[in-house]
């Protein structure tokens, strides 16, 4: 064995003493009604992001299946070639229009539209406020960017203001998740924009699990605490959670969009996404905002889940998006009771650290349109039969 290899081999065996090692489990069908087939067996899926249950509608294959006759499979080139379609130029007017803003920008996925962001607008002489809890594409943009980074405590506007009033600094970003993507809970966006609006900061909001999702039209985060354009200049959201499909968008103002194209090399220096996926995705949007039932039963589903929870004196956080985690502390318990749920038909993943901070494993469940009331029942009947207990409720 090469000396090199010999080193990461005891690494890897240090995680899986520690039960952090993370394994993957091959899915081999998707099936209707949030079903999955794995390892020769039907599971109902309660750990994915298809928020909306869009992922598996016939319609968006069928726009998919009519750009691939029309486009092909691949866009062949980056958008500054020749890689930016009409399939792609009308989804980013969709998503301007959807969102309220001057302009859309696509990106292949969340993680380069986050990198991308903050390598075109901060730089070393600029501040980077942020929640300690935001997602690693976040925090690591913020540290690639070569700017100044101080993270905050989490879903705190005094902590951020604080942060904000030391030093001296070019521009300065106060930088957030709209709806976190371990705890579930959303951001206090008013009172941010409010410290950002006192500092001349840029409010920077990562809604990828808010989009589609949260806000009585589902547009999001932004949307359900009444904010504008001018109060968040840069809107970050993903395609492949509620819409279902793939991809991501940056949306905000001409000049914002403009300096994206110039410099954000994540942007410039990539093949653009699939064409009949742009096709499929604008299909997506489509039934995603016209179909308000399946928001309407999340929530149902959300209120029945907590109700069982409680019932059963689970430690959750304080949750209203589809994002309900039971807090069991260490790594361990939460392993033993993702495997428990396995053998009994449902998948549920355990997050361990460094997903989340050490002491908060969890099971980290989610809901989808795609789950029937009676769905929820049997997972709170499976759970009932186990020992799920871990630390105090924080919420």
């Known amino acids: 064995m090469r000396a090199s290899d010999a080193g990461l081999t005891t690494e890897l065996a240090d995680l899986e003493a520690r039960q952090l090692y993370r394994s993957r489990r091959v899915v081999s069908r998707r099936e209707a009604g949030a079903r999955v087939e794995l390892d020769g067996r039907t599971l109902l899926n309660f750990c994915s992001n298809d928020y909306l249950g869009l992922a598996g509608d016939q319609r968006i294959g069928e726009a998919m299946k009519a750009g691939v006759d029309r486009w092909g499979t691949g866009a062949t080139a980056a958008h500054l070639v020749t890689g930016h379609t009409a399939a792609h130029h009308a989804l980013e007017e969709d998503l301007a229009r959807v969102t309220g803003r001057d302009r859309a920008l696509l990106f292949s996925t969340g993680y380069m539209a986050n990198l991308g962001v903050f390598a075109a607008l901060a730089g070393r002489r600029d501040l980077i406020v942020e929640d300690r809890l935001n997602h690693a594409s976040l925090l690591d943009a913020a ?164 109700r069982g929870a409680e019932r059963l004196g689970l430690a959750m956080t304080d949750s209203r998006s589809p994002i309900q985690p039971i807090l069991l502390g260490e790594p361990g318990p939460a392993l033993r009771a993702s495997e428990a749920l396995f053998e009994k038909g449902f998948w549920v993943t355990a997050i361990r650290p460094p997903t989340v901070p050490e002491g908060s494993a969890r099971l980290r469940i989610t809901l989808s349109a795609a789950h029937e009331e009676h769905d929820v029942d049997r997972l709170v009947d499976a759970l009932a039969d186990m020992d799920v207990t871990g630390p105090q409720s924080d919420g």
């Open 143 to 306: 540290r690639l960017s070569g700017a100044r980074v101080r993270r905050f405590r989490h879903a705190d506007p005094a902590a951020a203001d604080a942060r904000l009033s030391t030093g001296t600094h070019g521009r300065s970003f106060v930088v957030t998740d709209g709806v976190f993507s371990m705890d579930g809970d959303v951001a206090p966006l008013g009172e941010l924009s409010t410290v950002s609006s006192r500092h001349g900061a840029w409010l920077v909001v990562d809604d990828a699990h808010g989009f589609g999702v949260i806000g009585s039209d589902g547009t999001g985060s932004l949307s359900q605490a009444g904010l504008s354009q001018s109060d968040v200049p840069v809107l970050i959201a993903t395609l492949g959670k509620a819409i279902g499909t793939f991809g991501a968008f940056v949306a905000g103002s001409e000049a914002v969009i403009e300096t994206l194209i110039q410099r954000a090399r994540t942007y410039i220096y990539t093949t653009a996404p699939p064409p009949a996926v742009a096709e499929a995705t604008r299909r997506a949007l489509g039934i995603a905002f016209a179909e308000t039932w399946r928001r309407d039963r999340l929530v149902t589903l959300i209120k029945r889940l907590r």
